[in-house]
């Protein structure tokens, strides 16, 4: 048997083995008492998957130290919070073997979105069901936008670089270095069936979100680029003094306007500048930090808190818009980098803030992912145009 035959075993049967720890893991949560005797066993089979992963010899870190460690544990456990520290560091030793085992493997997953209609949030929440898939199948992920069409596809032409890497790094290695005539190459396209989405299901389950804000933290990391513009509209703002600043993120021109299928409905203006004065005077915030597209948002907002506002964007367009801000880009001879820029450090800016109110958008949920979590928040669920929308209900017969 091969080194490559070994890693491919390794890896299918760590992953069987992770599934059947995690079952009797929760069975003995559901259980009156903890078995030590059945996670002594578990530990052993681990330690049979190092062996194998020892004699691979991928290059990666030794787990002798973590093997004996997990032997002690398993010997001692006696309460439900040293089991969870027993599972937390049985998994985190299996999945690194894993990890170590699909470099070693090298193959590659390109991950292409062929949709020019998509905005730049939605292609983040996409990749990151992408990644997570080509993880799960034993490949390194690479998201490309140079062999695909979508939004960033221009710009990976006008900079002769693979846009994605102009605002996030590859969760392991550059698309520039991806050898496919030596490696096996598959190309991952359209939309996972397993990501972060702007239901409800989604946004209101903790533990989901955290899984999520895991995978970003470690496989999407902002490009030098944004991280500082990030850093500086940080260093301009009243952040670093314990002041309390609200969040909004309030669409409106394209999205309110031509009303996408399936899409959720975002909330009025009235009820948003409501809701944002009552989070200010219960929660006490100093200032509100508005992301928003919409120059009668804008406004509005001006009007309503005045020096209170606090906002980083420049560039805006016309609430009456009738077509796609990618169209209204196009027209005004807009800067699609500074746009996706400065738009990218709204959401990051906004994920820094102490409270949040917003709509369900793409937008909100990169903001919420980029957060540690908010002391309070509020999203809208109004339905979705065309399907439960109240014009839409209205006008059924009936």
Not at 54 to 79: K, P, V, Y
Not at 231 to 255: I, S
Not at 372 to 384: K, L, P, S, T, V
Request: charged share 25%; hydrophobic share 35%.
């Amino acid at each position: 048997m091969t080194r490559q035959e070994m890693a491919d075993e390794l890896f299918e049967t760590g992953k069987e083995v992770k599934r059947s720890f995690l079952g009797v893991a929760e069975a003995s949560r559901r259980g009156g008492r903890i078995d030590g005797t059945v996670y002594v066993q578990c530990v052993q089979i681990l330690k049979n998957l190092n062996l194998l992963y020892q004699t691979i010899d991928t290059g990666g870190e030794r787990f002798d130290l973590q093997m004996e460690e997990l032997s002690n544990r398993a010997l001692r456990l006696s309460d439900r919070a040293g089991e969870d520290e027993f599972v937390s560091l049985f998994v985190s030793v299996l999945d690194a073997m894993l990890m170590y085992t699909i470099g070693f493997c090298q193959r590659y997953c390109i991950i292409r979105r062929n949709d020019g209609v998509p905005g730049l949030a939605s292609h983040i929440i996409t990749n990151l069901g992408q990644i997570a898939a080509s993880l799960d199948q034993g490949y390194i992920p690479v998201i490309d936008t140079i062999g695909a069409d979508n939004i960033l596809t221009g710009l990976s032409r006008e900079y002769a670089v693979n846009a994605w890497e102009l605002y996030f790094g590859q969760p392991f290695i550059p698309l520039s270095q991806v050898d496919a005539e030596d490696r096996e190459v598959k190309i991952l396209e359209g939309i996972p069936g397993f990501m972060p989405s702007y239901d409800m299901d989604c946004l209101m389950n903790p533990g989901l979100m955290a899984f999520w804000r895991g995978i970003m933290k470690k496989y999407m990391p902002m490009s030098e680029e944004l991280y500082n513009s990030v850093g500086d509209c940080l260093d301009r703002l009243p952040f670093g003094n314990g002041e309390k600043v609200l969040g909004v993120l309030c669409r409106g021109t394209d999205y309110t306007n031509i009303r996408p299928f399936n899409h959720p409905v975002q909330p009025p203006l009235k009820e948003v500048l409501e809701k944002a004065e009552e989070f200010m005077q219960y929660y006490e915030c100093d200032y509100c930090y508005l992301a928003t597209e919409d120059q009668e948002i804008l406004q509005a907002f001006q009007n309503k808190f005045k020096d209170r506002l606090l906002t980083t964007q420049e560039i805006y367009y016309r609430s009456d818009l009738e077509d796609t801000i990618n169209d209204a880009n196009s027209r005004r001879n807009i800067d699609l980098h500074q746009k996706n820029m400065e738009y990218l450090t709204a959401l990051s800016v906004l994920s820094k803030c102490r409270y949040f109110i917003g709509g369900r958008t793409s937008g909100t949920v990169v903001s919420l992912l980029l957060s540690e979590g908010f002391a309070a928040e509020y999203i809208w669920d109004c339905g979705r145009y065309g399907i439960d929308d109240a014009l839409t209900l209205q006008s059924h017969i009936g």
